[in-house]
Every structure is written in structure tokens, then in C-alpha cells.
């Protein structure tokens, strides 16, 4: 299926999103759509399968004009999109979701589970999933939901298949798999339009490359005839330098101890510490338990023992408020459900975790607050219209930024960041890695847990390395390599641990 998409121009309440924008798809290609987050990605192809509708421009599939008026129209003309937000029903089983509004009945019009339940089943195994039929989806892995999405765009053969940060919380051998499906499927005629911040999958996966920045059309590259440095100056207008800024941090004294914390079931026997202006990496594969470490840490997760130490003093962390009122602070993976409430404003956010700040007797102290929000904006770079501005209108990165802001004024001796620049364009990450240099500069120990292995590599002194629920192995600064981290991470053994 050949798409065309030309002078494509939308906004929202007069607010102008995409501005004479265009997309070319060939046959059976893997296209990558790339931009900053707010670049107006994902609205293009919610027009191409009429979640939106178009202020002007056309579109053309296979030489014909066409216009869709929701996406039920586009899936039967072959097009699918997999959102990044899944589109499940939790409370259902997979094969439930995977059918839902499509079931296939027998002659007495009486659900034949037992077809679909089959059906489902050669899906799955053409996709190396090794998921129940009968599983409820909350029983799932975010990335076994993932997975179960792109499932249900198999069902339908589709001709052209959208994604939209397909890999962001899929493990590695779950990754490794889509890949091999997103190659097959293009052996078969398929078109993929992969959208994606990780430069590495696009260069590894891709055939071509369009650009969009600030609702443009920028270009298209053969990705065979470009490279990382030419993909980012299209994306952000300018040239971004050295992807991680250089650390040039004296790191100091033994600031944070974690003393064989255990938690049945989930880890055990973790042990580690953490210097003044020291970034520890946590490195690990998906469900290592990296996030049940820190959660634990930060006073989240029940049945914990162990002891943990701030500057030498024992601490007890029984929920997130102590862990807090202790001076740990915890930026966590998933900003859109727990770092932040999306619907308020930007200042809201960032007062509600500083109230101790900017009150007393209970009483709130505006000029206080307006200051302190103000500097947050100014400091860390926040592209909004104000502080009044609403969360769930700022870009992914922008929407970060407030989270670091709000945790920057609790002014925590350790600082957790779970998975700092999910979902960010390459642009806002490298602004974040600064952000992370400055508060280490500043003598704040940081522990940094992420599934982005170049991440770890550019941004740690030290890495740990999580298996299993268990510390594989520390690797120092000089020595850490993509190699020597999944060694340790599957299990191996390496530079003596």
C-alpha cells in the first residue's frame, strides 16, 4: 500500500499543530517518523486514520483521495495504528480484547470461543509470545500488553501497520522478537511506520527516515545515506554536539548505604552505596526488579527488611512522605499516572511537593510560591506559556522537566530517577543529562535506573547491575561496556563478580 500525504495543516483552538506537513509511504517499507516530542507525529497519523480531521492538504492511498472518518474505516482499508497509550481492557482476557467487537460467532449466533481461542493462539506463536489466550490482560507485563496489540494488528492483515514507540516498555528479548515480526511483515508487502526516540532501533530497523519539526515537513533520508549527527540537526534546526554532556564531577563522601534490603519473592541481598555528586547507573533487564529496588527505597513496597543510611544515620522509610521528609526524592518511570497530574497547571505540580516550602502555619505564601515556580521555569528551561500552563499541554520532554522542578526544590541528598527520559525526544533528553550534572555538581547522589544501555554508559560513574532480584556485579566508569553490563545481566560472570 503506497500512502501520500501532502499541505497537511490542523490546530487545535487556534493553536497550529501541523503546518503544510507530508508523509510518503512505499510498499512493503519500514518508514521511520521522527521529532521532537510536539513535532506532530502522532497527529499526522491520527489523521491518516481519521482520529482527526484535517484543517487542509490531501491524502492519497494507492492513487486514490481518501478521508476517513474514524479509525474503524481505516483498519478496514488496511491501516492500523498501535497508540503508545494501550488501547486495552484490563479486566478482560487477551482473547477477549483481541476479538472485541469482531467475534466470531457460530450458526447460532453464540460466541465460538474455542475458534478464537485457536486463532489467538497462532497469533501469539507466530510472535514467540508465550501468553495464555485465557490470561487476563492485568495479569500482563506492559510489554506482553504491547505485544498483545500488535497482535490484534496481525488479525486484521493489515496492509500498513503504525507504531508508535513500540519498544518503549518491552524487554530485550521482547524487543529482538518485534523486530523479527516487523521484518517478516515487510517480506510479506506489509509497510511499517515506526515512530520512535531511539535513534539505534531506526538505524538498525529502518529503510527511510522523515523528519518533522515544530509541524513541518523537513525532509526524507534513505537511511543508508544519512547519519545520527544529519537525522538530529533536521530534528531540533541545530547541531545538538556530543549526545552525553561531558561529567567533569569530584564526587565525595559515602552519602547514601542500603544494607541487604530483601523482599521475598521480588529481590534479595541488595547491598550498595552511593558518593556525593556520584550518578549510579541501575542497569538490568526488564523485570530484574531495578523499580522494586528503588520503590522499596523509597518507602513504597510492604514487606521490605534491611537497613538504609543517609550520611551515616539509619533511616526508616515506611512510606513515601518519610522517605521524603529523610531526603530522598524519586522521579519515577511513569510520569504521566504518578509523576504528575496532568490536568493542573504547571505550578500546581510543583507546589504540592513543596508546600513545606512555601507555607507556614498552614498558610500559603504566593510570593513565595510564584518565585519558586518562576526560577523552576527559567532554570530548567520550561517551554510554556506561563506557570498557570496546563501539564497535559506540554510536551513529553517539557512535562520532565517539571517533574525534576518539583523534586529540584525538596533539595533530597539522593535523588532516584526511574527511567529519566522515557518517551523523550533526543533534544529534551540531552537538556535532562545537564540537568542530572548540574544536581550531581551540586553534591546530590543520584541513582539512575535505565533500559537504555547507551544511557547508562554516557551518563553513570558507576553501573549495578540487577539479575534476577539480585546485584550481578558493579562495573567502574572505565571498564562499563554494552558487553561487560549484559553479561552481568543475564546471569554471566565478569571482571570477578
Known amino acids: 500500500m503506497k500512502i501520500k500525504m501532502s499541505g497537511i495543516n490542523k490546530a487545535f483552538g487556534g493553536n497550529p499543530v501541523l ?28 489523521i491518516l486514520t481519521g482520529v482527526y480531521t484535517k484543517d487542509a492538504g490531501e491524502i492519497f492511498v494507492d492513487g486514490n483521495e481518501v478521508c476517513y472518518k474514524n479509525p474503524q474505516e481505516a483498519e478496514k482499508a488496511g491501516i492500523v495504528f498501535i497508540h503508545q497509550e494501550l488501547n486495552v481492557l484490563f479486566d478482560m482476557t487477551v482473547e477477549e480484547n483481541m476479538y472485541l467487537g469482531k467475534e466470531i460467532v457460530n450458526k447460532f449466533g453464540v460466541c465460538d470461543k474455542a475458534a478464537m481461542r485457536a486463532e489467538v493462539k497462532k497469533i501469539l506463536d507466530v510472535l514467540g509470545v508465550d501468553i495464555e489466550p485465557s490470561e487476563k490482560m492485568d495479569m500482563l507485563s506492559i510489554g506482553q500488553q504491547q505485544m498483545i496489540e500488535i497482535a490484534k494488528a496481525l488479525m486484521v492483515d493489515a496492509k500498513v501497520i503504525i507504531m508508535d514507540e513500540p519498544t518503549a516498555a518491552l524487554t530485550q528479548k521482547e524487543t529482538e522478537v518485534l523486530f523479527k515480526v516487523v521484518r517478516s511483515l515487510k517480506e510479506k508487502g506489509v509497510s511499517i511506520v515506526y515512530i520512535s526516540h531511539r535513534m539505534e532501533e531506526i538505524f538498525e530497523l529502518c529503510d527511510r527516515i522523515t523528519i518533522l519539526r515544530d509541524g513541518q515537513y523537513i525532509g526524507t533520508r534513505l537511511i543508508s545515506e544519512t547519519d545520527m549527527t544529519e537525522v538530529v540537526k533536521m530534528m531540533i534546526g541545530r547541531e545538538i554536539g556530543e549526545r552525553y554532556p561531558e561529567r567533569d564531577v569530584k564526587t565525595g563522601d559515602v552519602v547514601f548505604n542500603v544494607e541487604d534490603l530483601n523482599c521475598p519473592g521480588v529481590f534479595s541481598n541488595i547491598s550498595f552505596n552511593v558518593r556525593a555528586g556520584e550518578v549510579l547507573g541501575v542497569a538490568g533487564l526488564m523485570g530484574a526488579g531495578r523499580t522494586e529496588i528503588m520503590q522499596s527505597i523509597f518507602g513504597n513496597m510492604p514487606n521490605v527488611t534491611g537497613r538504609v543510611f543517609i550520611e551515616g544515620k539509619e533511616i526508616h522509610n515506611k512510606s513515601p512522605e518519610q522517605a521524603m521528609k ?17 490536568e493542573e497547571s504547571i505550578k500546581r505540580n510543583i507546589s504540592l511537593t513543596n508546600l513545606n516550602r512555601i507555607s507556614k502555619h498552614g498558610i500559603l505564601n504566593r510570593k513565595d510560591e510564584n518565585e519558586m515556580v518562576k526560577k523552576g521555569i527559567e532554570e530548567l528551561h520550561i517551554r510554556c506559556t506561563g506557570p498557570d500552563h496546563s501539564c497535559n499541554e506540554l510536551s513529553g520532554g517539557n512535562q520532565q522537566k517539571v517533574v525534576f522542578s518539583k523534586w529540584i526544590f525538596t533539595n533530597p541528598k539522593v535523588l532516584i530517577l526511574d527511567e529519566p527520559t522515557r518517551g523523550v525526544d533526543i533534544g529534551a533528553k540531552k537538556e535532562i543529562y545537564s540537568i542530572i550534572n548540574d544536581l550531581a555538581a551540586q553534591g546530590v547522589a543520584i541513582i539512575m535506573v535505565s533500559s537504555e544501555l547507551p544511557e547508562i554508559l554516557g551518563m553513570s560513574d558507576r553501573v549495578m547491575v540487577i539479575n534476577e532480584g539480585k546485584i550481578g556485579g558493579f562495573i567502574d566508569r572505565n571498564e562499563a561496556n554494552q558487553e561487560n553490563v549484559m553479561i552481568l545481566a543475564t546471569g554471566g560472570q565478569n571482571n570477578g563478580n
Request: aromatic share 4%; no cysteine; proline share 0%.
Open 19 to 46: 503546518q503544510n506537513a507530508g508523509f510518503e509511504l512505499n510498499d512493503g517499507e519500514i518508514h521511520a517518523l521522527m521529532g521532537e516530542n510536539g513535532a506532530g507525529k502522532s497527529t499526522l497519523m491520527k
Open 326 to 342: 529523610n531526603g530522598i526524592g524519586f522521579i519515577t518511570e511513569d510520569r504521566k499516572t504518578e509523576g504528575l497530574m496532568l
